[in-house]
């Protein structure tokens, strides 16, 4: 078998270029305000301000890597608290599967950052280059003066928002307004401008070229959405058994369809939603609004091209009543993903609130397990760290229960209490030591709960180990 | 535009045909195929300017004179330029008041506990407790003085350590040749004793007598030791050798003669404090 003998038109298939129509219609409208919103909450939310005292950042949203914290508002994240991240990103797993089990790709249509961010870009292009028909022409002419001006006014316009886009992601890792000062000043550190860097050059090239290369070839997404769909799911569909036979309104054909591009001109992925439910196709549902548009204006009703679920379509073919919506989207699927979403939820929000302002834990040292002391006692060492949570420095006092008289120690002070900066972890070795001749010198291992406690809130937490005695 | 032949799904087949199976032909994006070209160059670029074909000794060194150790080398260095200042202020610090300081102490602990790592953990072992012959450091018996001051000496001078006149120094003889075979016998009962471990009452009496007139003068009239010798403390549960009667009459007969390098030579006085600190705070400092 040789490759003389394809068929198929080559291995390798050009980018097709795509001049998305303008649109006007209800959905166009709520991408317009989900852009928007989108967007804002992007570029804007690093600079809210949140006072949360002398010692600790008044930045409202900060992923503080060096020292190891997550700060949301009035919520801080420690490094052991990883769970709440791990549980809201397993929230959005499963809400995303609930979204698309009800509603079909509604994340990539509306809200993927690959999408907004290629409506922004496509309506720069709009701006400058003209509509579609305009922008065709451009695409088609010679590389004069004037295409020459068009390109690069466009592409300083997009490089502009890509450098805005990649400027503001690290603005969630630092305080906003001292790496704001930095970056200009040339003093921000060079992972700061490393990750603008790369960030403006993904922007401008997924935003501005590769557009639907990156949904059709790039993103997993689209591979997994057969699996979330079902025949109840309400997507974008074009109901052929009203439209077809398509053809010119003179042509006198029975469809309502005038096959009249509009739905496949103002599609930013280039596709023809007659052909069916495809992989390409995000559901943004400008289609809907162009065929509206157009039928409205013929006299025909709206919605040939609509939400609508495969169940539907096969009843409406027997000349049944589509069900309403609310049935689609409140059915056993979906109340399954959203008790589970919002069981995860409850589940973090109730630990949210629950979690300690004190904490210990306890890790023996076990190189070696024991020291015999001159006297011929036994004793441990534990390697104890306290964790303080407030903003504030508190005074923690250590202290052991156990079956066995043991007596406890700390290294380099011979009391039993230590001063806790404030919103730090404070390591301490702690001695547990058994007198000669006493029954855990003998005994493999006692039972030890570790205490701490502070002594103005009566704040408490504990934590159990084990007291390794000489047996074996 | 007119409405394209191909539908979607059929992309058409590539001509190859097995046994009826055709495969479809769905073009990869050229992008695709750039990227991959790109990536080939990428690739050839890197082995021409970074260490990569592998010769009979060593590998290509690459045109940009790359090295992961100088790296590190220079890291190591930058590292050790920012740590000049809180170097010179433990130097300027006298051993005791570093405690007070907890930057100072933080520094020196986690500097120490590296060094101890590095240079220490081979004889003395990873948690300090030491090995036979090898004094463990986290309890409270020391054989030549628990304070900071005496331990930064010890390890800069070392013990026994013949090129270094300062050294710690004392030797213990090897009764063997001195003392009859009975009594050695009765001076280990009498050592026993001391250490309140089971004995001969009787022979341990007489062992005494032996004790007094060839042991005391070190490890002093009751077994207590002397640090200064560095005679160890007879009449605890710790044991350097071990206490029972085998290793303590060999011990007797031969002696011992355990030796630590004296590290002045290769640590500086820093670093040298740093594992003072150290091994201070680990459970035994005085």
């Given at each position: 078998?040789?490759?003389?003998?394809?068929?198929?038109?080559?291995?390798?298939?050009?980018?097709?270029p795509?001049?998305p129509?303008?649109?006007?219609?209800?959905?166009?409208?709520?991408?317009?305000?989900?852009?928007?919103?989108?967007?804002?909450?992007?570029?804007?939310?690093?600079?809210?301000?949140?006072?949360?005292?002398?010692?600790?950042?008044?930045?409202?949203i900060?992923?503080d890597?060096?020292?190891?914290?997550?700060?949301?508002?009035?919520?801080?994240?420690?490094?052991?608290?990883?769970?709440?991240?791990?549980?809201?990103?397993?929230?959005?797993?499963?809400?995303?599967?609930l979204?698309?089990?009800a509603?079909?790709r509604?994340?990539?249509?509306?809200?993927?950052?690959?999408?907004?961010?290629?409506?922004?870009?496509?309506?720069?292009?709009?701006?400058?280059e003209?509509?579609?028909?305009?922008?065709?022409?451009l695409?088609?002419?010679?590389?004069?003066?004037?295409?020459?001006?068009?390109?690069?006014?466009?592409?300083?316009?997009?490089?502009?928002?890509?450098?805005?886009?990649?400027?503001?992601?690290?603005?969630?890792?630092a305080?906003?307004?001292t790496?704001?000062?930095?970056?200009?000043?040339?003093?921000?550190?060079f992972v700061?401008?490393?990750a603008?860097?790369?960030?403006?050059?993904?922007?401008?090239?997924?935003?501005?070229?590769?557009?639907e290369?990156?949904?059709?070839?790039?993103?997993?997404w689209?591979?997994?959405?057969?699996?979330m769909?079902?025949?109840?799911?309400?997507?974008v569909?074009?109901?052929?058994?009203?439209?077809?036979?398509?053809?010119k309104?003179?042509?006198?054909?029975?469809?309502?369809?005038?096959?009249?591009?509009?739905?496949v001109?103002?599609?930013?992925?280039?596709?023809?939603?007659?052909?069916?439910?495809?992989?390409e196709c995000?559901?943004?549902?400008?289609?809907?609004?162009?065929?509206?548009?157009?039928?409205?204006r013929?006299?025909?009703?709206?919605?040939?091209?609509?939400?609508?679920?495969?169940?539907?379509?096969e009843r409406?073919?027997?000349?049944?009543?589509?069900?309403?919506?609310w049935r689609?989207?409140f059915?056993?699927?979906?109340?399954?993903?959203?008790?589970?979403?919002?069981g995860?939820?409850?589940?973090?929000?109730?630990?949210?609130?629950?979690?300690p302002?004190?904490?210990?834990?306890?890790a023996?040292v076990?190189s070696?397990?024991?020291?015999?002391m001159?006297?011929?006692?036994?004793?441990?060492?534990y390697?104890?760290r306290?964790?303080?949570?407030?903003?504030?420095?508190?005074v923690?006092?250590?202290?052991?229960?156990?079956?066995?008289?043991?007596?406890?120690?700390?290294?380099?002070?011979?009391?039993?209490?230590?001063?806790?900066?404030?919103d730090?972890?404070?390591e301490?070795?702690?001695?547990?030591?058994?007198?000669p001749?006493?029954?855990?010198?003998?005994?493999?291992?006692?039972?030890v709960r570790f205490?701490?406690?502070?002594?103005?809130?009566?704040?408490?937490?504990?934590?159990?180990?084990?007291f390794?005695?000489?047996a074996? | 535009?007119?409405?394209?032949?191909?539908?979607?799904?059929?992309?058409?087949?590539?001509?190859?045909?097995?046994?009826?199976?055709?495969?479809?032909?769905?073009?990869?994006?050229?992008?695709?195929?750039?990227?991959?070209?790109?990536?080939i160059?990428?690739?050839?670029?890197?082995?021409?300017?970074?260490?990569?074909?592998?010769?009979?000794?060593?590998?290509?060194?690459?045109?940009?004179g790359?090295?992961?150790?100088?790296e590190?080398?220079?890291?190591?260095?930058?590292?050790?330029?920012?740590?000049?200042?809180i170097?010179?202020?433990?130097m300027?610090?006298?051993?005791?008041?570093?405690?007070?300081?907890?930057?100072?102490?933080?520094?020196?602990?986690?500097?120490?506990?590296?060094?101890?790592k590095?240079?220490?953990?081979?004889?003395?072992?990873?948690?300090?407790?030491g090995?036979?012959?090898?004094?463990?450091?986290?309890?409270?018996?020391?054989?030549?003085?628990?304070?900071?001051?005496?331990?930064n000496?010890?390890?800069?001078?070392?013990?026994?350590?013949?090129?270094?006149?300062d050294t710690r120094?004392?030797?213990?003889?090897?009764?063997?040749?001195?003392?009859?075979?009975?009594?050695?016998?009765?001076?280990?009962?009498?050592?026993?004793?001391?250490?309140?471990q089971?004995?001969?009452?009787?022979?341990?009496?007489?062992?005494?007598?032996?004790?007094?007139?060839n042991?005391?003068?070190?490890?002093?009239?009751?077994?207590?030791?002397?640090?200064?010798?560095?005679?160890?403390?007879?009449?605890?549960?710790?044991?350097?050798?071990?206490?029972?009667?085998?290793?303590?009459?060999?011990?007797?007969?031969?002696?011992?003669?355990?030796?630590?390098?004296?590290?002045?030579?290769?640590?500086?006085?820093s670093?040298?404090?740093?594992?003072?600190?150290?091994?201070?705070?680990?459970?035994?400092g005085?």
């Open positions: 078998m040789s490759v003389e003998q394809n068929t198929g038109g080559g291995l390798y298939a050009p980018q097709e795509i001049f129509r303008r649109v006007k219609g209800t959905f166009r409208n709520l991408k317009w305000w989900i852009m928007g919103v989108t967007l804002m909450i992007y570029y804007l939310a690093p600079w809210i301000r949140w006072d949360r005292g002398a010692h600790m950042p008044d930045q409202a900060l992923i890597l060096a020292h190891r914290r997550f700060f949301f508002f009035m919520i801080e994240i420690w490094p052991h608290e990883f769970y709440f991240i791990a549980g809201l990103l397993i929230m959005a797993g499963i809400g995303l599967f979204f698309t089990s509603l079909g509604v994340w990539c249509g509306y809200t993927c950052p690959q999408t907004v961010w290629t409506d922004l870009f496509v309506l720069v292009e709009r701006w400058i003209g509509d579609r028909n305009a922008r065709v022409r695409w088609r002419a010679k590389w004069d003066a004037r295409k020459w001006r068009l390109r690069l006014t466009k592409w300083l316009v997009w490089l502009l928002i890509a450098v805005a886009t990649g400027g503001a992601w690290v603005f969630y890792f305080d906003a307004p790496l704001f000062h930095d970056l200009f000043t040339g003093q921000a550190a700061a401008y490393g603008i860097a790369v960030l403006t050059g993904t922007t401008f090239v997924f935003g501005g070229f590769m557009r290369q990156v949904c059709i070839y790039m993103c997993p689209p591979r997994i959405q057969a699996a769909m079902d025949e109840e799911t309400l997507t569909t074009y109901r052929d058994h009203r439209g077809e036979p398509r053809g309104k003179h042509e006198n054909t029975t469809g309502d369809c005038i096959d009249c591009m509009a739905c001109n103002v599609c930013p992925m280039g596709i023809d939603i007659r052909d069916g439910q495809q992989l995000i559901t943004c549902a400008l289609c809907i609004d162009a065929c509206d548009d157009v039928m409205t013929i006299g025909k009703p709206r919605g040939l091209i609509d939400y609508c679920t495969l169940s539907d379509q409406e073919r027997q000349g049944g009543a589509p069900r309403p919506a689609h989207i059915r056993v699927r979906t109340m399954i993903y959203t008790a589970i979403w919002g995860i939820g409850v589940f973090l929000i109730a630990a949210l609130f629950l979690r302002e004190i904490d210990i834990s306890v023996p076990r070696p397990l024991y020291v015999t001159s006297d011929g006692s036994i004793r441990n060492a390697e104890v306290l964790r303080n949570k407030r903003n504030e420095p508190r923690f006092h250590l202290s052991i229960t156990a079956a066995d008289p043991l007596r406890i120690s700390l290294e380099g002070t011979a009391q039993l209490h230590v001063t806790v900066p404030p730090q972890t404070f301490q070795r702690v001695y547990v030591t058994a007198r001749g006493s029954p855990a010198t003998e005994k493999a291992q006692t039972d205490w701490v406690e502070d002594l103005t809130s009566r704040d408490r937490a504990y934590t159990d180990s084990v390794h005695g000489r074996r | 535009m007119s409405r394209k032949e191909k539908k979607p799904t059929d992309p058409g087949t590539t001509g190859h045909s097995w046994d009826g199976i055709e495969e479809l032909n769905n073009p990869l994006p050229r992008w695709w195929l750039w990227t991959f070209y790109a990536t160059i990428w690739g050839i670029g890197y082995t021409i300017l970074y260490p990569a074909w592998p010769l009979i000794t060593g590998a290509t060194p690459g045109l940009l790359y090295s992961s150790r100088q590190v080398r220079a890291e190591i260095a930058d590292v050790s330029a920012a740590n000049a200042a170097d010179a202020r433990l300027a610090t006298d051993l005791a008041g570093v405690a007070k300081d907890p930057a100072l102490q933080r520094y020196a602990t986690a500097g120490g506990g590296a060094l101890f590095t240079y220490c953990a081979q004889c003395h072992g990873s948690g300090a407790a090995n036979v012959g090898y004094p463990n450091l986290l309890d409270d018996d020391w054989l030549w003085g628990g304070t900071l001051a005496d331990i000496t010890t390890i800069a001078h070392g013990v026994r350590w013949d090129q270094d006149p120094y004392s030797q213990m003889p090897a009764f063997g040749d001195i003392l009859t075979k009975p009594e050695i016998t009765q001076v280990v009962e009498y050592v026993r004793a001391l250490s309140g089971e004995n001969d009452a009787a022979l341990a009496d007489k062992g005494k007598v032996v004790f007094g007139d042991c005391a003068a070190c490890h002093g009239e009751k077994g207590k030791g002397n640090q200064s010798l560095g005679a160890p403390n007879l009449t605890d549960p710790i044991w350097l050798y071990g206490g029972d009667r085998k290793t303590l009459t060999a011990t007797v007969e031969k002696a011992r003669y355990g030796i630590m390098p004296a590290w002045s030579s290769r640590l500086d006085p670093q040298i404090r740093q594992l003072a600190i150290y091994v201070h705070q680990l459970g035994g005085q």
